[in-house]
């Protein structure tokens, strides 16, 4: 089958630095997104890795490894604003978009 | 508008009753997109559709039906709700038909039902 495991809940420090890691088994691989979805709200696009390395677009960063079938979602300067969840999904052979439950991250002062 | 809207923004509904849940894009996106989100599940595909005329099932699709008259309008149908319905939905667009124009979805604010 397919799956998508991520952490369930994450805690870090305003201003820290923080990794979501996100591991994957789909048949096929055309692609890996982060979507931030904060608490009562729609999910909305972060991020998109297709090949190898490193992707970074301002505070957040996000890199894939596809031989592992790993992707991190890497935060810097943490503020307040951040405490969300971050989910993973996956886009398989067919371009169906497999999610993972998501990572909620709470940001203390 | 701009964006994509969803109506009720929720919705108490009795065992049995029929609901209809309505959204509608004004980007011309291509595809749309019906999800469900459960706490520790992530989000589920109901239906999709990839074009005006056409739609396809997702992965939970028993007891929803769509359709998709034109490219705006996408609603869901639940025939005869039951409590296992009780969830949040969420109305999806993407602008392209392959790879990341497909893939890269915009969400609309969702719609929380509960089933007595």
């Known amino acids: 089958g397919q799956n998508i495991d991520q952490p369930t809940e994450m805690t870090a420090t305003e201003g820290a630095i923080v990794q979501i890691n996100c591991t994957y088994q789909t048949s096929g691989f055309n692609g890996l997104f982060w979507y931030q979805q904060h608490a009562g709200e729609a999910p909305t696009f972060l991020s998109y890795n297709v090949l190898d390395g490193l992707e970074e677009k301002g505070r957040f960063s996000s890199f894939l490894s596809r031989s592992k079938g790993y992707s991190y979602l890497l935060l810097k300067e943490l503020q307040m604003k951040d405490s969300a969840s971050y989910l993973c999904?996956?886009?398989?052979?067919?371009?169906?978009?497999?999610w993972g439950a998501g990572t909620k991250l709470i940001i203390k002062p | 508008i701009a964006g994509i809207t969803q109506a009720p923004t929720s919705q108490i509904l009795a065992a049995g009753r029929r609901m209809t849940l309505r959204c509608t894009q004004d980007?011309?996106?291509?595809?749309m997109y019906w999800y469900r989100q459960d706490l520790g599940l992530g989000l589920r595909l109901i239906h999709y559709s990839n074009t005006a005329g056409t739609t396809g099932k997702g992965e939970v699709p028993d007891g929803y039906s769509v359709s998709r008259a034109n490219t705006d309008d996408f609603p869901l149908t639940l025939a005869s709700a039951v409590p296992s319905q009780t969830s949040v939905y969420f109305c999806?667009?993407?602008?392209?038909?392959?790879?990341?124009?497909?893939?890269?979805?915009?969400f609309g604010p969702g719609t929380r039902l509960t089933v007595l």
């Open positions: 999806a667009s993407s602008p392209g038909t392959s790879g990341r124009e497909y893939n890269e979805q915009f």
């Open positions: 980007m011309r996106h291509n595809a």
């Open positions: 999904a996956v886009s398989d052979s067919n371009y169906q978009l497999i």
